[in-house]
């Protein structure tokens, strides 16, 4: 079974309002990432936080982590319709070098 | 536009046959991964190379295999192909080896077996 699961697995909402996905995940970490996955494209890295750090902020983006929920949310402040796409979290396990994917929260900003 | 290209963009073919997934990461990348990405399994890790060297190993079948090559390019090869194997394929690089580096992804290739 994949190591992040996404919640929601799908959200929609009016241009300007903020979107909010949240990604547990099951054992220790090293570091957990955000990626952006338009349509049938590639992944784009959006942002990386390390175990140690509880929050982050990249221009609209905003990331917290919580270790010991084992948890971490993605908040997306004044959304645009060019946000609409699936976003990831990828987190790294501590033994190992390998990368797990959730499943995904498919976002639809509407204009 | 990533820096990231796999060839070919699609590929059909019939069960039972061999494909080969070819891959060029950025410029100065020194590590390759590999990703199978389908409706039901989502996005599943495969493999990584760093700098010509097997580094971590994912879900990878024993009909897959892959290598890295001294010019840094990789192949993905999938053999006795199933239907199930229909999925996107992506590649992604990273400048090293290291678990903190973003990956940036390729355009990916969508086989389609029939």
């Known amino acids: 079974s994949q190591q992040g699961e996404e919640d929601p697995q799908a959200l929609s909402i009016q241009e300007g309002e903020n979107a909010t996905m949240n990604c547990s995940y099951k054992t220790s970490i090293n570091n957990l990432q955000w990626y952006r996955q338009n349509s049938g494209r590639g992944l784009v890295h959006l942002i990386l936080?390390?175990?140690?750090?509880r929050e982050k902020h990249s221009g609209r983006l905003r990331v917290t982590l919580d270790t010991s929920k084992k948890s971490s949310s993605l908040l997306i402040t004044a959304s645009r319709a060019a946000d609409t796409a699936s976003y990831f979290c990828?987190?790294?396990?501590?033994?190992?070098?390998?990368?797990?994917f959730g499943t995904g929260t498919s976002l639809t900003v509407i204009p | 536009d990533s820096g990231v290209t796999q060839t070919p963009k699609h590929l059909i073919t019939a069960t039972g046959q061999r494909v080969t997934l070819r891959c060029s990461p950025r410029s100065g990348d020194l590590s390759v991964y590999w990703y199978q990405q389908s409706l039901d399994q989502g996005l599943q890790f495969l493999i990584q190379y760093y700098n010509g060297e097997e580094r971590a190993k994912g879900n990878i079948l024993e009909r897959f295999s892959a290598q890295q090559f001294p010019d840094l390019h990789s192949e993905l090869n999938l053999s006795s192909l199933e239907l199930g194997d229909s999925a996107l394929y992506f590649c992604?690089?990273?400048?090293?080896?290291?678990?903190?580096?973003?990956?940036?992804f390729g355009p990916g290739t969508r086989l389609t077996v029939l």
């Open positions: 936080i390390r175990s140690n750090e």
């Open positions: 990828a987190t790294v396990i501590n033994t190992g070098n390998q990368f797990y």
């Open positions: 992604a690089s990273s400048a090293r080896g290291g678990i903190y580096n973003e990956q940036f």
